[in-house]
């Protein structure tokens, strides 16, 4: 069983950069994929980028390509979410979670297999 660990989320003004963290415990199998998802109040829960975690191939909503980055770590068993020029609209919860088979870009938070606990991120304006 895999259990995600979220961290790096905080307070910026908007223009500015957080980096995410999710730590995976147990391995991912070579179909595996993470995905970073986000939760604003009133809101439903939304995909904003996922990555192959054997493979490195990468997908974006289209509200944060240009913007944000998600990429993995091997030796760390890391998946990050590098997120700039951030915008008072990116204001959410994050959350990683895995799927355990995908196929391309995974924006459907249904079929997630586990998931991390969650990290605030707050833009200013």
């Known amino acids: 069983q895999v259990h995600l660990v979220e961290s790096g989320g905080g307070s910026v003004q908007a223009g500015g950069s957080l980096r995410l963290s999710c730590v995976l415990s147990?391995?991912?199998?070579?179909?595996?994929?993470i995905g970073w998802f986000r939760q604003a109040p009133g809101k439903e829960r939304e995909g904003v980028a996922s990555?192959?975690?054997?493979?490195?191939?990468?997908y974006y909503a289209d509200s944060v390509k240009g913007r944000f980055t998600i990429s993995r770590e091997h030796a760390r068993n890391t998946v990050y979410l590098q997120m700039s020029s951030l915008k008072p609209e990116d204001t959410a919860m994050y959350y990683c979670?895995?799927?355990?088979?995908?196929?391309?870009?995974?924006?459907?938070?249904?079929?997630?297999?586990?998931w991390g606990q969650g990290t605030q991120v707050t833009v200013s304006s």
């Open positions: 979670a895995m799927r355990l088979r995908c196929s391309g870009f995974w924006s459907n938070p249904a079929s997630a297999d586990a």
């Open positions: 990555i192959y975690f054997s493979m490195g191939n990468t």
């Open positions: 147990g391995r991912a199998s070579s179909s595996a994929c």
